[in-house]
T-cell receptor, first 112, second 112 residues
Framework: ETGVTQTPRHLVMGMTNKKSLKCEQHLGHNAMYWYKQSAKKPLELMFVYNFKEQTENNSVPSRFSPECPNSSHLFLHLHTLQPEDSALYLC???????????FGSGTRLTVV | AQSVSQHNHHVILSEAASLELGCNYSYGGTVNLFWYVQYPGQHLQLLLKYFSGDPLVKGIKGFEAEFIKSKFSFNLRKPSVQWSDTAEYFCAVRGSQGNLIFGKGTKLSVKP
């Protein structure tokens, strides 16, 4: 366990479904991140939240919708996804910019 | 644009061989540099980081990295690899927005 918990671990969804990914950290960190990890590509930063405020949206399609109700929880709401959205979605948290990230184990998403 | 290049996609070594994984970054400001490791089926873990001071940084599990400012490089090294070092290794630099920018990763396979 890393202190950053992601659920579910695996998710298969159709293109018309709506689902949500959940991330939870109890490390007292004040920043949380969503990354997308695809084969043979660098980790792609999707969203950044600092103190519950979204500070970056890295040109992510609107079919991905983040939510950060408090500094310990982060969600990624998914709807009408495409097969190319299949990937490992990683959540991370950090104390501040002087530290590295603590990553969760990820959610393996398959869009069919 | 800020970026990180990892030139080797897949490295195959025998046990006890020496390892060096290349990492070059493009960022002209004050650099914070990181190496992360992802063992099969596990989460990303921090191996080591450089913020300032001694350019030779020692991390966990016998890994070290050297920051060479003139070459914009932060190569990862280990004198003698073990089968358990089989994993994917990611170099990252903190960008101007404070977020980590990752390379594509290098897969290391160590033959027993």
């Amino acid at each position: 366990e890393t202190g950053v918990t992601q659920t579910p671990r695996h998710l298969v969804m159709g293109m018309t479904n709506k689902k949500s990914l959940k991330c939870e950290q109890h490390l007292g960190h004040n920043a949380m991140y969503w990354y997308k990890q695809s084969a043979k590509k660098p980790l792609e930063l999707m969203f950044v939240y600092n103190f519950k405020e979204q500070t970056e949206n890295n040109s992510v399609p609107s079919r991905f919708s983040p939510e950060c109700p408090n500094s310990s929880h982060l969600f990624l709401h998914l709807h009408t996804l495409q097969p190319e959205d299949s990937a490992l979605y990683l959540c991370a948290s950090s104390q501040d910019s002087n530290y590295g990230y603590t990553f969760g184990s990820g959610t393996r998403l398959t869009v069919v | 644009a800020q970026s990180v290049s990892q030139h080797n996609h897949h490295v195959i070594l025998s046990e006890a061989a020496s390892l060096e994984l290349g990492c070059n970054y493009s960022y002209g400001g004050t650099v914070n540099l990181f190496w992360y490791v992802q063992y099969p089926g596990q989460h990303l873990q921090l191996l080591l980081k450089y913020f300032s001071g001694d350019p030779l940084v020692k991390g966990i599990k016998g890994f070290e990295a050297e920051f060479i400012k003139s070459k914009f490089s932060f190569n990862l090294r280990k004198p003698s690899v073990q089968w358990s070092d089989t994993a994917e290794y990611f170099c990252a630099v903190r960008g101007s927005q404070g977020n980590l920018i990752f390379g594509k990763g290098t897969k290391l396979s160590v033959k027993p």
